[in-house]
């Protein structure tokens, strides 16, 4: 599944990031391969909001495409595994 | 980079200590700044960047600012200038912002595995507390190694304490084992800890400067490691106590919402219409152009020179002529620019430290997609409603050559200037509603279709929108003030020569009747096509000097009766899509390639005339 298909308030876990000058900025803003995140918005057709703590940060749609993610439970590791 | 000890450059004593400021975008570095260094601060420019940094002196040792950046490598200008200060630092102060410690932490490790003294400021201590959190500070001191000290830097909440601990207290942290492992296999090739980091992270600059080769870099292997491990450390210091929504955190999904974030993003524009179009403008413009330098100084030049050079030479018309370098130039850069440029800036750096501008970007992201832009081309887009110049200069944000050159030609092209809107709002009111509509109409369609054709046809990739949205927050005011200073300052520098070189091209082919051949040669096309008196063709030559010269001189015409209301929007048409000013034009010679400036030029000069006269055909 990739990135772009997650529905908002829906958690996950990013599988892998393709490009690897995208992959090695967006580690710092806590986006790489194996973290656990939440949607917490999606502009119609627009860039996905990911929440990691109290930190957001949007991504470009065409960006959202490339990223393979996992969905995971509501009940996995808590809400929201990065503050807890 | 010839010389990578950059901090050499501030002339200091060679022995004294470098404290060296280090934290994401935003995090309130400043306030610690000016809180150490008091008001001797000199700030200087690295060269070939348009980043200033900032150093003082805190007892017998240096201070130095850098700029905000979320880890030290070669991603970007700001992160090259902050990498070459950080390395050569002695002590770090590292300020951290405590509601974002995913984030900022990642920074922090990073300076810690360079093996530097650090202190760590945990800034907006305040916060913690309103947004539900709990943070165990020394828990957090004992992860990393170093002193963590709890700030509220804008009330000046822990600043003693960090003085006190700048000098005595820094101590290098704890390393993460991938590097205290690997950097000894790197270590007799550099000269510092600091360096030896960034050659295992494969930072190319620092590898070309000690003429390593043949390296196997590990950077996604440390980055991984780093990440994780200040995940797990946040995990152990960080506990959320509730989970209420806080209303600034509703406020910002408000603003990212189309329901909801357009008609913030209305009343937004709105409001900065109001403040620059109409105050700054109108009533501030009046006062600066108008009286200062268009009666003051000017009368003051004229007194002195006229005397001296008459009138007729080539020499007063090149100093005191109608474009004079002198006169005009003055008088426009800092009676009209000025003003129109600082309050374009202020209004900037007001929704950047609110945290407003990333979420616009964010919101326009997707109608920015189909033309070859990401969100973050608002920002040009936004400054070039103040001045085409100034926002050309802008498109450096974006991220690849495509989008520069895109966004560049879509300003050349469709954004009319303050200078120009208010001649042009000034000759449509009169018209009426419908033809106001038109223009817009008109204009918007040109602006849209310009951008998807180039989307189409110019080669390469445009790069995915990455945003990191801070909390909403109100701004301060010093630090408005602050950024709006050094970057108005920066764009009078760099564009002031420009346009003083303008001035003198248009005055040589003045003297020379060059002017009156070029006005002439037009005429077929404005009288035959574009269905307007011939007499157009030399507002249309203004326009180019001054933008708003040439809205101007459309304004004499119609005082004078010789544009009917449809002819007025044809003009209007024209003069909006035309090429921007001369200074803007050089901008883009500067900025771009040769061959693409002279296709945004021409380009924008085939456009208007098409579009204009495709207008004309139609309604006049």
């Given at each position: 599944m990739r990135l772009d298909q997650i529905n908002k308030g829906q958690r996950f876990l990013i599988v892998s990031i393709p490009d690897k000058q995208i992959s090695t900025q967006a580690i710092r803003l806590g986006i790489y391969e194996g973290a656990k995140l939440a949607c917490v918005y999606k502009l119609p057709a627009g860039p996905v909001v990911i929440q990691n703590g109290m930190q957001e940060i949007a991504i470009g749609r065409g960006l959202a495409r490339k990223i393979e993610i996992e969905p995971l439970d509501k009940g996995d590791a808590g809400q929201c595994s990065a503050i807890i | 980079m010839q010389c990578h000890n950059m901090t050499e450059k501030i002339d200091i004593n060679k022995d004294a200590k470098k404290i060296v400021l280090v934290g994401n975008p935003n995090v309130g570095k400043s306030v610690f700044f000016n809180a150490l260094t008091g008001a001797y601060v000199d700030v200087s420019n690295f060269p070939g960047t348009t980043v200033d940094i900032s150093s003082g002196r805190y007892k017998d040792m240096v201070v130095m600012d850098t700029p905000g950046v979320y880890g030290v490598s070669s991603f970007n200008d700001e992160e090259r200038v902050a990498r070459d200060v950080i390395l050569y630092a002695d002590i770090i102060l590292n300020v951290v912002d405590t509601l974002h410690l995913e984030r900022d932490l990642f920074l922090t490790q990073q300076i810690i595995d360079m093996g530097k003294p650090v202190i760590v400021a945990l800034n907006m201590m305040d916060e913690v507390k309103k947004n539900g959190l709990e943070i165990d500070i020394d828990k957090l001191s004992q992860e990393l190694g170093v002193p963590v000290i709890p700030t509220v830097a804008v009330k000046g909440e822990g600043i003693e304490k960090v003085k006190e601990a700048l000098a005595h207290c820094a101590r290098p942290g704890n390393r993460l084992p991938i590097v205290e492992e690997n950097l000894q296999t790197v270590r007799h090739m550099v000269d510092e800890d600091s360096e030896a980091l960034l050659v295992l992270e494969e930072d190319e600059n620092v590898i070309a400067r000690h003429h390593i080769s043949g390296i196997k870099g590990l950077r996604e292997q440390i980055y991984q490691a780093r990440r994780t491990r200040v995940d797990e450390i946040v995990k152990k210091v960080m506990r959320q106590t509730n989970r209420g929504a806080s209303f600034s955190v509703k406020l910002g999904r408000w603003m990212l919402s189309p329901l909801t974030g357009i008609p913030i993003l209305i009343v937004v524009l709105w409001l900065v219409y109001e403040f620059i179009g109409v105050f700054v403008a109108q009533t501030v413009v009046e006062w600066t152009e108008g009286l200062i330098m268009g009666e003051y100084y000017y009368n003051f030049i004229m007194d002195l020179l006229e005397p001296i050079l008459g009138t007729e030479s080539f020499l007063a018309q090149l100093l005191i002529g109608e474009f004079g370098i002198l006169t005009m130039t003055p008088v426009y850069v800092f009676g009209l620019l000025l003003p129109l440029v600082v309050g374009f800036y202020f209004v900037l750096s007001i929704m950047e430290d609110s945290g407003y501008l990333p979420r616009v970007a964010v919101l326009t992201d997707r109608s920015l997609n189909s033309l070859?832009?990401?969100?973050?081309?608002i920002i040009p887009i936004i400054l070039g409603f103040g001045c085409v110049t100034m926002a050309t200069i802008t498109t450096r944000i974006l991220g690849s050559r495509r989008e520069r050159f895109i966004a560049t030609m879509l300003l050349g092209l469709a954004i009319p200037c303050s200078a120009q809107l208010g001649v042009i709002a000034g000759l449509l009111g009169p018209l009426g509603i419908q033809m106001t509509a038109l223009y817009v109409l008109v204009i918007v369609i040109v602006f849209a279709l310009a951008g998807t054709l180039l989307n189409r046809v110019v080669p390469g990739k445009s790069t995915d929108l990455i945003i990191d949205l801070p909390l909403l927050r109100l701004p301060r005011i010093g630090n408005v003030l602050k950024k709006t200073y050094v970057k108005s300052k920066a764009f009078i520098t760099e564009a002031g020569p420009l346009f003083l070189l303008g001035a003198v091209i248009i005055s040589v082919l003045q003297y020379t009747g060059i002017l009156d051949v070029i006005a002439n040669g037009f005429a077929p096309i404005t009288e035959g096509f574009l269905k307007l008196p011939r007499e157009t063709a030399v507002a249309f030559i203004m326009g180019i000097i001054r933008r708003d010269f040439g809205a101007a001189g459309l304004n004499d015409m119609v005082s004078q009766g010789l544009l009917n209301p449809s002819q007025v929007l044809v003009a209007l048409i024209a003069i909006t899509l035309f090429v921007p000013c001369i200074a803007a034009v050089m901008v883009i010679f500067k900025e771009r390639t040769w061959k693409e400036a002279l296709l945004i030029w021409l380009g924008s000069f085939a456009i208007s005339f098409l579009t204009a006269g495709i207008v004309a055909q139609i309604i006049v």
């Open positions: - | 070859g832009l990401n969100g973050r081309a």
